[in-house]
């Protein structure tokens, strides 16, 4: 079974500074996909951005990049310029490619991220 | 925009209690998830369905069951429930398929039992 670890319950950070959140996985597949979901606390969740395991560049969207290293099956979230709004929890999460019955997201802990003015 | 809607958002109820979270989707997804939130456990996986009558058991799925009659509706149901089960529960759904890679979630049910 895969298993996905944040081992940062909490992090912090100041407005316009950059924080990285760490998150590993374990899987036996080549084929997979990798999630970070934003919870902010009207709790719904928020797709930040997407990995392909097939791709060897790493995803970014505008301020949010990813650093996948697929060999220490390593997926961390860098935000850069932090906003006030991007304090949140934020989920690691795992997709298998294989479309066997629904294809399951498995989710880290969360880390909680504090952005201070 | 696709929509995931949760029909309660905060619920309290009684230990013992048959309790119904009714989850309905617009956008025709095969596949629908109820998970379940805790602090310091992330989202488990509760049970899932992959198309109309069709279930499975996620990870956690002991004091659970799960009905989907309709493609566009998933419910989880508490048969009992008890003090554990104190916890926000969300559903989520997808399309079938390589596709269909994004996953949408309602906006989650705070349950508390007493």
């Known amino acids: 079974a895969q298993t996905v670890t944040q081992s940062q319950p909490e992090m912090s950070v100041q407005e316009a500074e950059t924080v990285t959140l760490s998150c590993t996985y374990d899987?036996?597949?080549?084929?997979?996909?990798l999630f970070w979901y934003k919870q902010p606390p009207s709790r719904q969740m928020i797709l930040v951005i997407r990995?392909?395991?097939?791709?060897?560049q790493n995803a970014t969207e505008n301020r949010f990049s990813v650093n996948f290293q697929k060999a220490a099956k390593s997926f961390s979230l860098k935000i850069s310029d932090s906003q006030l709004g991007d304090a949140a929890m934020y989920f690691c999460?795992?997709?298998?490619?294989?479309?066997?019955?629904?294809?399951?997201?498995?989710f880290g802990e969360g880390t909680q991220l504090t952005v201070n003015p | 925009d696709v929509k995931v809607t949760q029909s309660s958002r905060y619920l309290v109820k009684r230990t013992g209690e048959k309790v119904f979270l009714e989850c309905v989707q617009d956008?025709?997804?095969?596949?629908m998830f109820w998970y379940r939130q805790d602090p310091g456990l992330g989202l488990r996986l509760i049970y899932f369905?992959?198309?109309?009558?069709?279930?499975e058991k996620g990870d956690i799925p002991e004091g659970y069951s799960v009905s989907r009659e309709k493609k566009e509706r998933f419910s989880l149901i508490l048969e009992s429930a008890s003090t554990n089960q104190t916890s926000m529960y969300l559903c989520?759904?997808?399309?079938?398929?390589?596709?269909?890679?994004?996953?949408?979630f309602g906006e989650g049910s705070w349950l508390t039992v007493v």
């Open positions: 899987t036996s597949e080549s084929d997979y996909y």
């Open positions: 999460a795992y997709r298998s490619g294989a479309e066997t019955s629904g294809s399951r997201l498995t």
């Open positions: 956008m025709d997804h095969e596949n």
């Open positions: 369905s992959y198309d109309v009558k069709m279930k």
């Open positions: 990995q392909e395991a097939y791709k060897q």
């Open positions: 989520a759904s997808r399309r079938q398929g390589r596709s269909g890679n994004t996953i949408y």
